[in-house]
């Protein structure tokens, strides 16, 4: 079971007391499945957790203190979503590279721009069952009185190329080499951590778990999951997102074996600062994003042609008074003011769900081109209205289910506490 705060003080103390009782002291710091997410998203407190800035202060602080922690992730760390995605995953791995990372493992997910992608950032990989020569299969990690070894197994039959004709080629479906470097690692008395995108239950039925002293199973909705120790060998699972970290404090035997060992999961909330020392890195990633912007408003603008299918919320208030007015007081109505006040009103990924249409043909495109659609507006739910308003309202906006609306934009990542019945309150202006 996961023991509590103050048993890590007492261990503290009993290793001070009595430094012969374990060959070492690690605190290892542990995360997984970024999910391509650098930064929070920060729409509401619940969301406001984690960030690669956070990280960094936080790892900094423990570095600071002369604990010097061993930092791994068992990847996870890219997405493909949109375009702007890529300029994200390049930050992710230079943002990584620059904080100080003992072991990155790879999954598919972050071959999703290919080997050379990842190649192309100094970082310490490891895929224990790949066959790509340039990445290890394990990972040596070395501190004063301890000697660790961390592999990771890439799940075959999660691959994406597994139905192709030598997709299989990218990975070593068998064990057996996996089975052997651990049991070798152990024999010269090292610390062993094996991570996997599988479940526990998975990894206890597939993979050699015998000379595996710690064992990191498939990431944790958001918060790692709880710690537990069985039959000498401790199992971790990593929270998804970033939003928070997992440490444990591990006392080692002089061969390697687990002795004892404290855990805690890590709070990256707005209480922890922004790391100064990537500051410049931070800068030049919002750069990158506000010119990358840019050239796709320019390459829309030069693709449009005819008159937009969306008429602009001051155009609808000209019949409908009564709901101009309850929409002029809700946040809706200052939805991009909200994101140019915190920097990211060119982040694609923000300004869709602030704005009308963005990424549509006649949507949304910058604030010095398209004001008028600006912000959350009428036909951010109800569709584009201009056949609406030039046939006098015989044709209606193809309004949607109300509920999938708003399902669009607050969705469990951005708005994990929204509820309709209790949200629609706040914005229900009738018809007039």
């Not at 007015?325 to 809706?332: G, S």
Request: glycine share 10%; charged share 20%; with cysteine.
């Amino acid at each position: 079971m996961t023991r509590p705060d103050v048993r890590a003080l007492l261990l503290t103390l009993l290793l001070a007391l009595a430094p012969g009782a374990w060959a070492a002291q690690v605190t290892l710091v542990y995360s997984g499945n970024l999910d391509g997410e650098l930064e929070p998203c920060g729409c509401t407190a619940e969301t406001d957790y984690g960030g690669l800035l956070r990280r960094a202060t936080y790892v900094d602080g423990l570095r600071d203190a002369g604990l010097d922690p061993v930092v791994i992730t068992t990847g996870g760390l890219l997405t493909a979503a949109i375009g702007a995605d890529r300029i994200k995953a390049e930050f992710i791995l230079s943002g990584l590279t620059r904080s100080g990372v003992d072991g990155v493992g790879v999954q598919w997910a972050d071959l999703v721009y290919g080997p050379s992608f990842l190649a192309a950032h100094a970082l310490p990989y490891v895929a224990s069952n790949g066959l790509d020569a340039d990445r290890p299969r394990a990972q040596a990690i070395a501190r004063p009185g301890a000697r660790l070894r961390l592999f990771q197994w890439l799940d075959p039959a999660a691959s994406p190329l597994r139905g192709m004709q030598g997709g299989q080629r990218l990975v070593d479906t068998s064990t057996a080499p996996l089975a052997a470097a651990l049991a070798e690692a152990r024999a010269r008395g090292e610390t062993t951590l094996l991570a996997t995108t599988l479940d526990y239950a998975r990894a206890r039925s597939e993979l050699p778990l015998d000379d595996v002293v710690v064992l990191l199973v498939a990431a944790s909705p958001e918060r790692p999951g709880e710690a537990h120790e069985v039959e000498g060998t401790l199992v971790l699972s990593p929270g998804t997102r970033g939003m928070r970290l997992g440490r444990v404090d591990l006392q080692l035997a002089a061969d390697g074996a687990l002795a004892d060992w404290t855990a805690s999961v890590v709070e990256l909330t707005n209480a922890v600062a922004d790391a100064p020392r990537l500051a410049d890195w931070y800068t030049a990633y919002n750069d990158a994003l506000r010119e990358d912007y840019l050239r796709q408003v320019a390459a829309r603008k030069a693709r449009r042609s005819g008159q937009s299918p969306f008429a602009g919320a001051a155009t609808c208030a000209e019949c409908h008074r009564t709901a101009s007015a309850v929409w002029h007081a809700t946040n809706h109505a200052g939805a991009l003011g909200i994101l140019e006040g915190v920097g990211k009103a060119f982040d694609p990924n923000c300004v869709v769900c602030h704005s009308v249409g963005f990424g549509t043909e006649g949507g949304f495109l910058a604030l010095d081109e398209t004001p008028e659609l600006a912000n959350v507006q009428c036909e951010s739910c109800h569709g584009p209205g201009r056949a609406h308003v030039a046939d006098g309202g015989a044709t209606y906006p193809g309004k949607r289910n109300a509920a999938e609306a708003c399902a669009g934009c607050h969705h469990p990542h951005h708005s994990p506490s929204f509820d309709y019945a209790g949200y629609w309150p706040r914005i229900a202006h009738g018809h007039d």
